[in-house]
T-cell receptor, first 112, second 111 residues
């Protein structure tokens, strides 16, 4: 299995909702990443996990809460989001930190 | 702070023509990546360049890296419509394991 999967593909949520994005890989990778991408902009790194421990948090607002329950799974918990948080959220994994990253298909999030 | 600059940001070219996209970065780096992104889709890895003078080719695309000049190029040979997409370079900062993306080059190849 050489792919990264993400669910859901699309998500519409209100500003008072709580939802979660899920990312999974079965390549034995030990580093996983969350990126946010606005339309016509490059991806921006949000979080990096290495061996299930948070390595990098790019000063992301606390309404985004990452979780890495095991080496194959990465979640992003969302609460009280703002309309400006609407974007494509991309998950990636790599063999380890500093190795080539493989990207999932993304979750397109709309906050109303 | 690592900064990555890509140019041009938009490129419209005729089929059959050649062109080069440039990627400059501001500090030393362990590696450089080129990605392709189709509208509404995720990122597809094209090339990973690890050392000075590295050159990689896949089909009509060729990427090179000059670490002394802090410059990578993505050369397109005899463009075809299927190459229309946004191309990003991304640079990993030394020891920090952060990947910083360039702004992207939106390429449109006219049939």
């Amino acid at each position: 299995d050489t792919e990264v999967t993400q669910t859901p593909k699309h998500l519409v949520m209100g500003m008072t909702n709580k939802k979660s994005l899920k990312c999974e890989q079965h390549m034995g990778h030990r580093a996983m990443y969350w990126y946010k991408q606005k339309a016509k902009k490059p991806p921006e790194l949000m979080f990096v996990y290495s061996y299930e421990k948070l390595s990098i948090n790019e000063s992301v607002p606390s309404r985004f809460s990452p979780e890495c329950p095991n080496s194959s799974l990465l979640n992003l918990h969302l609460h009280a989001l703002q309309p400006e948080d609407s974007a494509l959220y991309l998950c990636a994994s790599s063999q380890g930190l500093g190795y080539e990253q493989y990207f999932g298909p993304g979750t397109r999030l709309t906050v109303t | 702070e690592l900064k990555v600059e890509q140019n041009p940001l938009f490129l419209s070219m005729q089929e059959g023509k050649n062109y080069t996209i440039y990627c400059n970065y501001s500090t030393t780096s362990d590696r450089l990546y080129w990605y392709r992104q189709d509208p509404g889709k995720s990122l597809e890895s094209l090339f990973v360049l690890l050392s000075n003078g590295a050159v990689k080719q896949e089909g009509r695309l060729m990427a090179s890296l000059d670490t002394k000049a802090r410059l990578s190029t993505l050369h397109i040979t005899a463009a075809v419509h299927d190459l229309s997409a946004t191309y990003f370079c991304a640079v990993e900062n030394t020891g920090g394991f952060k990947t910083i993306f360039g702004a992207g080059t939106r390429l449109f190849v006219k049939a």
